[in-house]
């Protein structure tokens, strides 16, 4: 099957900035996310992808088409809910919707059917005709997603859908997305800076850090330590083949440890470095955050013991101990610190 977005050797510059650095990127059907902190470059792929911007190097394929020679054809067969409250204050919600459903090419009949419709799917049905002025963030948000979805898309770009909910609201809005995209077969690209939200609704990722990319795939690939991603390319073996993906990457239980941290050290309490130095020496990955050690290892039972002495021998006290599966979030924020 043909991916649904393509690139090779995309760069986008501006000026002396390079905001997308040769980017090869494939993303299959259903629900990808696309995530990165904020200026890691997600925004403007997303205008790349659309052809609202004409990259400075590489090719680019979305549904087959080039988006800058086929944007027109393209943009008929796509929506894009943008991160920026761009909607007019004084219109209607359901003739904001219709109209844009229109400008896609749907008849004005059809259109306004299809925007009262959107509008119900996302819980506005009886808030249609308010304007979108006197509407809260939540139900602006849920007026970007009925439009983008209005004219049947078989692909749509989400921005930042849930930024500025609270966190009832964001889970919400992510179910609603997710719900959409199973049952109506619709494509997603969903950009966010909270890998919580891409691992909870996505399939597939690509992580992006300051416009290079960092991991393009499955999330489970990424789990299991199967991508290539930013650091495992240099840690090539001698012999050409691939040395591993990340270091925390994998399905595996971990620790966390957190300690009593003591700043300076005594005869009887010695410091949280020391006990991650010990860590290390028996040959266990570690993540610190503070007094805080993230620990993988490949036996649960053997890393137990590795901490019973790490912690006996150096005197230093526990707050507290507990098993952990370590999360997107873990797995990207390793790779973006090598």
Not at 91 to 115: S, W, Y
Not at 182 to 203: G, K, M, T
Not at 287 to 303: C, D, P
Request: overall charge negative.
């Amino acid at each position: 099957m043909l991916p649904i977005i393509d690139t090779v050797g995309l760069t986008q510059r501006f000026g002396s900035i390079v905001a997308l650095n040769s980017l090869n990127i494939s993303v299959p059907e259903g629900m990808t996310g696309l995530v990165g902190a904020n200026g890691a470059g997600k925004t403007t792929l997303i205008n790349v992808l659309l052809g609202l911007r004409v990259p400075n190097a590489g090719t680019v394929s979305v549904l087959g088409c080039d988006p800058i020679t086929e944007g027109f054809k393209l943009r008929l067969q796509v929506g894009l809910a943008p991160e920026r409250n761009v909607l007019p204050n004084d219109m209607r919600a359901v003739d904001f919707v219709r109209h844009l459903a229109e400008m896609r090419g749907i008849p004005r009949k059809e259109a306004r059917t299809r925007a009262s419709d959107a509008l119900w799917l996302v819980g506005l049905g009886e808030e249609r005709l308010r304007e979108l002025g006197t509407m809260s963030t939540g139900q602006r948000q849920r007026v970007k997603l009925a439009q983008a979805v209005a004219s049947d898309p078989k692909l749509v770009f989400l921005d930042e859908p849930t930024d500025g909910l609270d966190p009832v609201q964001r889970r919400e809005m992510l179910d609603l997305i997710y719900k959409m995209s199973s049952e109506f077969n619709i494509n997603v690209l969903l950009a966010s800076h909270v890998l919580e939200e891409i691992e909870r609704v996505c399939d597939n990722i690509v992580a992006l850090d300051a416009g290079n990319l960092v991991a393009c795939g499955t999330i489970d690939d990424l789990a299991a330590g199967n991508l290539v991603v930013r650091g495992a390319i240099d840690d090539l073996a001698a012999d050409g083949t691939d040395a591993g993906g990340t270091d925390l990457a994998g399905d595996t239980e971990g620790i966390v440890l957190e300690l009593v941290d003591i700043e300076t050290s005594s005869d009887t309490f010695d410091s949280v470095e020391t006990v991650e130095a010990a860590l290390r020496e028996s040959g266990l990955e570690v993540r610190r955050k503070g007094a805080v050690l993230n620990i993988k290892g490949s036996e649960l039972g053997g890393m137990y013991d590795h901490v019973r002495d790490a912690v006996a021998d150096s005197g230093a006290r526990i707050h507290r101990l507990e098993k952990k599966r370590f999360s997107l979030d873990d797995i990207y924020a390793n790779i973006v610190d090598e």
